[in-house]
């Protein structure tokens, strides 16, 4: 089913994540539901402003390829929630023309993040440039609180060694400024009043230091300065950016391998919809492709909304999700 019929016909504002795998745009051509802009679009004016400078630097086929995918955004914004996101995964070929449309169909001061995911760990050997061997997944919520959860990683065991050492009683520790980039205000340490250096701030209020300096979590250096000790047992793991070389992609020898082209891992997916859905949430793909979306929203406790153009995809989709355990959540919309 065309995602743009279906989406009509869903109620608006429920869905808290959407995420996005479309056609990178390198066939523009009917096989995916690209049809030309005048063979059955009604509302063309309505998005022609933002594309006639496109038209100058671009090929009918593209400028075609961002009015296919234009009204397509602007629903799946009037589908998301007002705490909801969206992530849009695109590749090289388009991606920074796309984001000019994110940017107008959600606005700039929304965008979230630009993901880099390093999806080809051999790189060939070219001629006229360094290898392409990333995706980039655009980030951008809807209103003003978006949820969003930091997710970690475990600590490197050489990042360990060579920043933490331990104290009296053998607990790994290492110590961390408590100076921010703006002027900002003297605030006392104990006894001592300090001024933080010119053009910065305490990022604790006073109330804050004098609760941490009771419990001997702020530390002097020899100059004197003070500095917040942070206990590795208390730290979640290395907080991870907007940098993914982690995830590997998926090959021929990958146990969930489907021999499906554009198929996406599940530690992709996982990522994404535990850093912005909770538990009984609406997730969505309109291109679910091999559903991979679908089938980790499910393994977390999601609810989950799937669509694709492309038969195939369904069955596997649909034999996927019947091989995965049920969730526990009853989900209604």
């Known amino acids: 089913m065309d995602n743009l019929e279906l989406m009509k016909q869903l109620p608006k504002g429920k869905i808290d994540l959407i995420y996005i795998d479309p056609p990178f745009g390198i066939k523009i051509d009917e096989k995916f539901g ?11 004016n309505e998005v022609d402003i933002i594309f006639p400078t496109l038209e100058k630097i671009l090929t009918n086929g593209e400028c075609n390829y961002l009015r296919w995918l234009y009204p397509r955004l602007a629903l799946m914004k009037e589908l998301l929630s007002e705490k909801g996101s969206i992530y849009v995964h695109l590749d090289w070929h388009i991606g920074h023309y796309v984001k000019i449309l994110l940017d107008d169909v959600f606005g700039k001061d929304n965008f979230v993040n630009e993901i880099i995911w390093q999806k080809i760990r051999t790189t060939k050997a070219q001629s006229l440039g360094f290898g392409n061997v990333h995706d980039s997944i655009y980030n951008y919520k809807k209103g003003l609180s978006n949820i969003f959860i930091n997710q970690y990683t475990e600590f490197d065991p050489n990042y360990i060694q060579s920043h933490y050492k331990k104290d009296e009683n053998g607990n790994l520790f290492r110590t961390v400024s408590m100076l921010q980039k703006g002027q900002g205000n003297a605030k006392y340490f104990g006894d001592k009043l300090l001024e933080p250096p010119t053009g ?8 804050r230091i004098n609760e941490s300096l009771s419990r001997g979590l702020i530390r002097f250096t020899s100059s004197g300065r003070p500095e917040k000790i942070q206990y590795l047992s208390d730290m979640k793991g290395d907080i991870i950016d907007d940098i993914w070389s982690d995830i590997y992609p998926i090959n021929s020898q990958a146990n969930e391998s489907l ?29 679910c492709g091999s559903g991979t979306t679908c ?8 609810c989950y909304i799937g669509c694709d153009i492309n038969s195939k995809a369904i069955q596997i989709t649909e034999k996927r999700l019947n091989n995965k355990r049920s969730s526990n959540n009853e989900c209604k919309y």
């Open 200 to 207: 910065m701030h305490w990022i604790w209020s006073q109330e």
């Open 259 to 287: 021999d499906y082209a554009t198929q996406k891992p599940e530690a992709l997916l996982e990522r994404i919809i535990k850093a912005s859905s909770n538990e009984g949430d609406l997730v969505a793909d309109f291109f």
């Open 34 to 44: 690209m049809i030309p802009w005048n063979k059955n679009y009604q509302d063309k």
């Open 295 to 302: 089938v980790v929203a499910k393994k977390l406790n999601r």
